[in-house]
């Protein structure tokens, strides 16, 4: 079995979110029952869902199928958690500084000759730029066409358990949060291995936005 949980990652397209957008942001999704209970899952302070976290999602998918409940057992929760078998939630620190996080599962298209090249292999290796396997053009990870796969921010909110394409938040539900946050939120589908910490993904320090 796949160590990999699949998670919906929203994040809010002004990368200066202040502590105090943090707080309301937290305060709110705990009032609007989106948050359940805290739990620690390797260091960081993840929530279980809270009694109104389905009515916030509308279901894009044919039958899907939302598991919530988390085991009782803690060690059988934390390693269901991990692979995402039952929907939990985190959300990230303020970064000190913006990063890009990006599904290393994606397609990502050249900027310049447009063709196609697997995400993953962009974000491995040192330093923020990759030269096309197919024309030769160098750009920073940020400038190539992610195509909606990537979001750069100083805040996630990770949904973990949701599958790609399975279910999406509400209006109602991002119309708060961008209001709380002074910011028109987006959001992308991964699948990724459990990362220590918040330092998840490469960490690139560029100004500039994903195409
Ligand atoms: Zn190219």
Redesign the pocket.
Known sequence: MSLSAYQLILFPQRDDISAAQRAALLSHLHGCGFLGQAFELDGREHFTTGAQFLDQLVFLGCSPYIETEPPADTAARNTAARQGRFCHLHLTRLLPRARFRANPRARVR??????SVAAAELLTGPGTDRT??????EAAITDWNWQGHAGYANLFLEVWGIHPGEAAPTEGFIQAIEKITDSPWSSFYTQADQQPADETGPVMWHNDRPN
């Open positions: 050249c900027p310049a000759c447009r063709k096309c396997a197919h024309c030769g053009h």
